[in-house]
């Protein structure tokens, strides 16, 4: 006999509670609304924010928990994660009332069209972790209040238009692992506080204006995996406090304006799988020790001012795919033994002053897709086991002094595609080795 009461009781129970019950995070909800409207483009098909109302159709009290792109705490109380990624939202922050979030723990805007600046408010979400404002289109600076998120480890304001300096207060993010900054126009130098951040695991300041020297207290970041502050206009040397990085797997410093030789400190470390110091005006030889690094993928030297010999001990580079040493000044003999770099794909040796023969043993670089050895003073005949490779999809040897004929063996390289060996002493002609392929 209760069952009909019950049936009864509960719409009622319902209705009682929709439209009138208020939550802890009602106010979260009246903020998140008030920053919708101000949003531009209303015409973002969205379905993907029409979950943002406050009477959704079985809502029992307000709170935008169940909201596209929002998620609470357990208890439901309170606001925790913001995902809003890759959604074309066109806006501002102004309107976006940071203080009414004391309990967000990850804010991700990436890949939206949001403009305009980062407002100083932002220091207000202090229970933050995670910030990833990337790939939009943010002007102005980076406030200096991001120094009060302190719980904050990943920070991504990479691929803006944000200019202005690195605040020094970053460094007081003691728990920071990720900082990206990448592709913005920061300038200024990079602050020497960073050193303080020993959790930081990826640094990544490339594409900005940065000036002035790599601060020695780099060489602190001891959890530091990948430091990538390419294509900015450091210069000075390369500090040899960085051979305290030993978890470092990336290292790119290309495209700036760093002199001095390379320390040899970076042959110790061994975690190494890519290492780019191209685009500098770095001198002196290849460090020796740089066959220590045996799991190094990728070694990009060139541009430089780079003289000496190409090491033989570079055989030791097992896992080398990629080695360029273009465009440097470097002389003597190509190593035999580079034969024994079994891995390698991309091989670029052009505009250097190497002489002598090409090794025989070039022939054993069985994965080689690219062979680029124009415009140095290499001579003797073109070894037969070139038709070896036959992987080989460009062939330059353009600009030497090599003599004889072209070997029939290219024959066999059935994927070639480009071919130079204009500017030598040759007999016969390409398309005479070539001439298979065509068939
Ligand atoms: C909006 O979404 C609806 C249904 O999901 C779709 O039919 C319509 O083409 C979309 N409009 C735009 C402008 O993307
Ligand atoms: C009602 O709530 C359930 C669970 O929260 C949800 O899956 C459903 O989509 C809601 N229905 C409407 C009409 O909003
Ligand atoms: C964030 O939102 C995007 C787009 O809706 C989605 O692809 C991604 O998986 C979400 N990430 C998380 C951590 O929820
Ligand atoms: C975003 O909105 C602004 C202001 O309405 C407008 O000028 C701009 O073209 C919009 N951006 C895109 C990519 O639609
Ligand atoms: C933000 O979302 C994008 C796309 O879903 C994702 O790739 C990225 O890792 C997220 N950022 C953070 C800090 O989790
Ligand atoms: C970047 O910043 C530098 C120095 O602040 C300035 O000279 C340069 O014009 C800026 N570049 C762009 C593309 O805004
Ligand atoms: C951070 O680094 C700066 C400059 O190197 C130093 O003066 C400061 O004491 C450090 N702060 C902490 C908390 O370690
Ligand atoms: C580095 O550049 C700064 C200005 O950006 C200049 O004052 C300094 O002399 C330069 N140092 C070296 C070693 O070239
Ligand atoms: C390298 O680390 C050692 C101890 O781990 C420290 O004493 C030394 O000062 C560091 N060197 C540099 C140049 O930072
Ligand atoms: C490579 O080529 C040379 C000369 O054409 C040949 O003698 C040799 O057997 C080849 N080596 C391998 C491993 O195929
Ligand atoms: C091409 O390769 C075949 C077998 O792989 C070999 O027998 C032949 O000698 C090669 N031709 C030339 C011209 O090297
Ligand atoms: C409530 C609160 O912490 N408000 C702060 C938000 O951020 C601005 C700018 O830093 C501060 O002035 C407020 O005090």
Same mark, same amino acid.
């Not at 600046?117 to 102005?140: E, F, H, R, T």
């Not at 320390?263 to 290849?286: A, F, M, T, V, Y």
């Not at 994927?415 to 080795?433: D, I, M, T």
């Given at each position: 006999?209760?069952?009909p009461i019950f049936n009864i009781l509960i719409p009622f129970l319902l209705l009682n509670f929709s439209h009138t019950v208020t939550s802890?995070?009602?106010?979260?909800?009246?903020?998140?609304?008030?920053?919708?409207?101000?949003?531009?483009?209303?015409?973002?098909?969205?379905?993907?924010?029409?979950?943002?109302t406050l009477y959704p159709a079985n809502a029992t009290k307000i709170s935008?928990?169940?909201?596209?792109?929002?998620?609470?705490?357990?208890?439901?109380?309170?606001?925790?994660?913001?995902?809003?990624?890759?959604?074309?939202?066109?806006?501002?922050?102004?309107?976006?009332?940071?203080?009414?979030?004391?309990?967000?723990?990850?804010?991700?805007?990436?890949?939206?069209?949001?403009?305009?600046?980062?407002?100083? +408010?932002?220091?207000?979400?202090?229970?933050? +972790?995670?910030?990833?404002?990337?790939?939009?289109?943010?002007?102005?600076?980076?406030?200096?209040?991001?120094?009060?998120?302190?719980?904050?480890?990943?920070?991504?304001?990479?691929?803006?238009?944000?200019?202005?300096?690195?605040?020094?207060?970053?460094?007081?993010?003691?728990?920071?692992?990720?900082?990206?900054?990448?592709?913005?126009?920061?300038?200024?130098?990079?602050?020497?506080?960073?050193?303080?951040?020993?959790?930081?695991?990826?640094?990544?300041?490339?594409?900005?204006?940065?000036?002035?020297?790599?601060?020695?207290?780099?060489?602190?970041?001891?959890?530091?995996?990948?430091?990538?502050?390419?294509?900015?206009?450091?210069?000075?040397?390369?500090?040899?406090?960085?051979?305290?990085?030993?978890?470092?797997?990336?290292?790119?410093?290309?495209?700036?304006?760093?002199?001095?030789?390379?320390?040899?400190?970076?042959?110790?470390?061994?975690?190494?799988?890519?290492?780019?110091?191209?685009?500098? +005006?770095?001198?002196?030889?290849?460090?020796?020790?740089?066959?220590?690094?045996?799991?190094?993928?990728?070694?990009?030297?060139?541009?430089?001012?780079?003289?000496?010999?190409?090491?033989?001990?570079?055989?030791?580079?097992?896992?080398?795919?990629?080695?360029?040493?273009?465009?440097? +000044?470097?002389?003597?003999?190509?190593?035999?033994?580079?034969?024994?770099?079994?891995?390698?794909?991309?091989?670029?040796?052009?505009?250097?002053?190497?002489?002598?023969?090409?090794?025989?043993?070039?022939?054993?670089?069985?994965?080689?897709?690219?062979?680029?050895?124009?415009?140095?003073?290499?001579?003797?005949?073109?070894?037969?086991?070139?038709?070896?490779?036959?992987?080989?999809?460009?062939?330059?040897?353009?600009?030497?002094?090599?003599?004889?004929?072209?070997?029939?063996?290219?024959?066999?390289?059935?994927?070639?595609?480009?071919?130079?060996?204009?500017?030598?002493?040759?007999?016969?002609?390409?398309?005479?080795?070539?001439?298979?392929?065509?068939?």
């Amino acid at each position: 006999m209760g069952l009909p009461i019950f049936n009864i009781l509960i719409p009622f129970l319902l209705l009682n509670f929709s439209h009138t019950v208020t939550s802890d995070s009602s106010g979260e909800a009246y903020a998140l609304l008030n920053w919708k409207t101000s949003l531009q483009n209303q015409n973002l098909n969205s379905s993907l924010l029409s979950s943002w109302t406050l009477y959704p159709a079985n809502a029992t009290k307000i709170s935008p928990c169940s909201w596209f792109g929002i998620s609470c705490n357990h208890a439901g109380s309170r606001v925790i994660n913001i995902n809003l990624s890759t959604l074309r939202l066109n806006g501002t922050f102004q309107d976006f009332s940071f203080s009414s979030f004391p309990h967000l723990v990850n804010l991700n805007l990436s890949f939206n069209l949001f403009f305009g600046n980062i407002p100083p +408010q932002i220091g207000n979400l202090s229970k933050l +972790q995670n910030l990833d404002l990337g790939s939009n289109q943010l002007s102005g600076v980076i406030p200096p209040e991001i120094g009060k998120l302190n719980q904050l480890r990943r920070l991504y304001l990479d691929v803006n238009q944000l200019h202005g300096t690195i605040p020094p207060v970053i460094g007081q993010l003691s728990l920071i692992n990720v900082l990206a900054f990448c592709h913005n126009n920061v300038s200024g130098r990079i602050p020497s506080s960073l050193g303080n951040l020993s959790n930081l695991a990826l640094l990544n300041l490339n594409a900005n204006s940065l000036f002035g020297s790599i601060p020695t207290v780099m060489g602190n970041l001891k959890s530091l995996s990948t430091l990538d502050l390419s294509q900015n206009q450091l210069n000075g040397s390369i500090p040899c406090s960085l051979d305290n990085l030993s978890n470092l797997d990336t290292l790119f410093l290309y495209k700036n304006s760093l002199s001095g030789s390379i320390p040899s400190i970076i042959g110790n470390l061994k975690s190494l799988l890519r290492l780019d110091l191209s685009e500098n +005006q770095l001198s002196g030889s290849i460090p020796l020790s740089f066959g220590n690094l045996s799991s190094l993928t990728m070694m990009s030297l060139f541009n430089n001012l780079l003289s000496g010999s190409v090491p033989p001990i570079l055989e030791n580079l097992k896992s080398l795919s990629t080695l360029g040493l273009h465009i440097n +000044q470097l002389n003597g003999l190509i190593p035999p033994s580079i034969g024994n770099l079994s891995s390698l794909r991309t091989l670029y040796l052009y505009n250097n002053s190497l002489y002598g023969f090409v090794p025989e043993e070039i022939g054993h670089l069985k994965s080689l897709s690219e062979l680029e050895l124009c415009t140095n003073h290499l001579s003797g005949v073109i070894p037969h086991s070139i038709g070896n490779l036959t992987e080989l999809v460009l062939l330059n040897m353009c600009e030497n002094h090599l003599l004889g004929p072209i070997p029939k063996s290219l024959r066999n390289l059935t994927s070639l595609e480009r071919v130079r060996f204009n500017q030598n002493n040759l007999s016969g002609k390409v398309y005479e080795a070539l001439v298979i392929i065509q068939t």
